[in-house]
């Protein structure tokens, strides 16, 4: 098993258990399914960085289920 895989399993155990996927729901909703744009660029540059740790953990857990 290499790193990505490794990585992937432990996201997968992490955000599979039923606390864990409320958790995940919660970032999903709160940060994915949002728009980043703000009229002030700072604000829209650290909304975006919120949406891109759980773009990650998708990314990192749909990955793990393809393979």
């Known amino acids: 098993m ?3 895989e490794q990585l992937s399993d432990d996201y997968l155990a992490t955000f599979t258990t039923a606390e864990g996927k409320r ?3 919660d970032l999903k ?3 994915y399914h949002r ?4 009229n002030d660029p700072y604000k829209t ?4 960085g919120q949406r ?3 773009i990650r953990l998708i990314n990192l857990m749909t ?5």
């Open 2 to 4: 290499d790193k990505f």
């Open 23 to 25: 958790v995940y729901d």
């Open 29 to 31: 909703a709160a940060y």
């Open 35 to 38: 728009s980043s744009f703000d």
């Open 45 to 48: 540059a650290f909304h975006e």
């Open 52 to 54: 891109s740790v759980i």
């Open 63 to 67: 990955k793990k289920e393809q393979l």
